[in-house]
Antibody, heavy 122, light 107 residues
């Protein structure tokens, strides 16, 4: 069974930085695109970013472009999200999600982790 | 960006009832439409991909239909464990966008 375990969330001040990790297991990590999707408290789901299987292609929502960087280490089966210049509106549960294919586009979110909470507040 | 709308925003039905949720895209997305279930305090779970394909292990009482801009999700016999919020999501174009969700309750 696919396992995705996020970590790295916490409380950070506005303007601060945080790096999230997602440890993947029970599937061939290097063959699939990976995603970050977030959910603000009491709100709906918002796609954040996607990275292709070989890390050669990335996609970002306009709301995070230029501030967040998605990356992956296929040797460690780990996905990352580097978040800079954090704002109050970035407060959310951040979910790691396995894609259905290797390319970053035309893939759906097939399996999800349990999420890690990021709170941006002074 | 492709906007996704859902109706109703919430519904209450009895155990065994047939429940239908509709999802509309702001432009043609072919069949690139997925449905997710999110139970309270839990992560979302993929139920249906590409409009009508049931994810492995998902009960057959869940189904999906539609194409272009109009889609439907049906539970043919609501069960207590189906209490959740259901989201549609398009992946025809970036940014991938979700509908606002439909909260399903037991009457």
């Amino acid at each position: 069974e696919v396992q995705l375990v996020e970590s790295g969330g916490g409380l950070v001040e506005p303007g601060g930085s945080l790096t999230l990790s997602c440890a993947a297991s029970e599937f061939t990590f290097s063959r699939f695109a990976m995603n970050w999707v977030r959910q603000a408290p009491g709100k709906g789901l918002e796609w954040v970013s996607t990275i292709g299987s070989s890390a050669d292609s990335t996609l970002y929502a306009d709301s995070v472009k230029g501030r967040f960087t998605i990356s992956r280490d296929n040797s460690r089966n780990t996905l990352y999200l580097q978040m800079n210049s954090l704002r109050a509106e970035d407060t959310a549960i951040y979910y790691c999600a396995k894609g259905s294919g290797g390319a970053p586009g035309f893939q759906y979110f097939q399996h999800w982790g349990q999420g890690t909470l990021v709170t941006v507040s002074s | 960006d492709i906007q996704m709308t859902q109706s109703p925003s919430s519904l209450s039905a009895s155990v065994g009832d047939r429940v239908t949720i509709t999802c509309r895209a702001s432009q043609d997305i072919s069949n690139y439409l997925n449905w997710y279930q999110q139970k309270p305090g839990k992560a979302p779970k993929l139920l249906i991909h590409d409009t009508s394909n049931l994810q492995t292990g998902v009960p057959s009482r869940f189904s999906g239909s539609g194409s272009g801009t109009d889609f439907a999700f049906t539970i043919s016999g609501l069960q207590p464990e189906d209490i959740a919020t259901y989201y549609c999501q398009q992946y025809d174009d970036v940014p991938f966008t979700f509908g606002p969700g439909t909260k399903v309750d037991i009457k």
